[in-house]
Nanobody, 128 residues
Framework: VQLQASGGGLVQAGDSLRVSCEASGRTVGTWAMAWFRQAPGKERDFVAAINWSGTRTYYADSVKGRFTISRDNAKNTVYLQMNSLKPEDTALYYC??????????????????????WGQGTLVTVSS
């Protein structure tokens, strides 16, 4: 499967932005999906995850209440709606797919090593 992330850009603090991740090559409708981010000089961190049906979500504490992950399996696409953006949200945002499970297991879902498919990243820059 190929994952194509898009929608990043330059925004001001307090603004909103939605990034998308479209899968091609096969359906990801039975897989758990997630977003991670990586700021310059830092490790790749978990942001949010969603189960195969879209009925369960899980967020990092740093984005809880501001970001919303969703999916449209008919379009083979996952979204990340980001509100009340802060300068510390500046990073490359990567979508990832876990073909081994469709549900969410926090100890598994938050670890990049458990995701076998990755998009190329979309840059989100938040100015103060």
């Amino acid at each position: 499967v190929q994952l194509q992330a898009s929608g990043g850009g330059l925004v001001q603090a307090g603004d909103s932005l939605r990034v998308s991740c479209e899968a091609s090559g096969r359906t990801v409708g039975t897989w758990a999906m997630a977003w991670f981010r990586q700021a310059p000089g830092k490790e790749r961190d978990f942001v949010a995850a969603i189960n195969w049906s879209g009925t369960r979500t899980y967020y990092a504490d740093s984005v809880k209440g501001r970001f919303t992950i969703s999916r449209d399996n008919a379009k083979n696409t996952v979204y990340l709606q980001m509100n009340s953006l802060k300068p510390e949200d500046t990073a490359l945002y990567y979508c990832a797919a876990d073909s081994a499970v469709g549900g969410l297991i926090p100890s598994r879902t938050t670890e990049p090593a458990n995701f076998g498919s990755w998009g190329q990243g979309t840059l989100v820059t938040v100015s103060s």
